[in-house]
């Protein structure tokens, strides 16, 4: 009987152990990152025919963000940055450097914490002229 009660502590123990780890292993935490925006214009892929190159950027707003972070780069064999610049608005104009591609992606600033987001992804354009 005695052995019995050993073989069953030893068995709860082990099961609470186990418990214990697979809770660990499946912890849920609640990611205290602001969303990236969604990015409206230029479209990807836009080729832009236009002379000044004045190019309007333009984002969704993010539930919870009080600023943005915009980066625009052109590409003139490499990648290069042309401007980074934070916004309170979801939406920045800039005259484009050249006639070549560009790309630009944008996060958001937590109101809350002052965190920045991820970035969005990449969107790229070409100007014609």
Do not use: C
């Not at 939406?91 to 992606?105: A, M, V």
Request: glycine share 6%; net charge positive; proline share 6%.
């Amino acid at each position: 009987m005695k052995r019995k009660i050993i073989l069953l502590s030893i068995s709860i123990i082990l099961l609470n152990l186990t418990f214990k780890a697979e809770a660990q292993t499946h912890r849920v935490s609640k990611p205290d990152q602001i969303a990236p925006p969604e990015l409206v214009a230029p479209i990807a892929g836009a080729k832009i025919n236009m002379f000044p190159r004045k190019t309007v950027f333009e984002w969704r707003h993010v539930e919870g963000a009080n600023k943005y972070e915009i980066v625009v780069e052109y590409n003139d064999g490499k990648w290069k940055l042309q401007k980074s610049a934070t916004t309170n608005v979801p939406s920045y104009t800039l005259d484009f450097i050249g006639k070549q591609p560009g790309r630009w992606r944008v996060r958001s600033f937590s109101k809350a914490t002052g965190k920045p987001g991820v970035y969005s992804e990449w969107r790229e354009f070409t100007y014609l002229k």
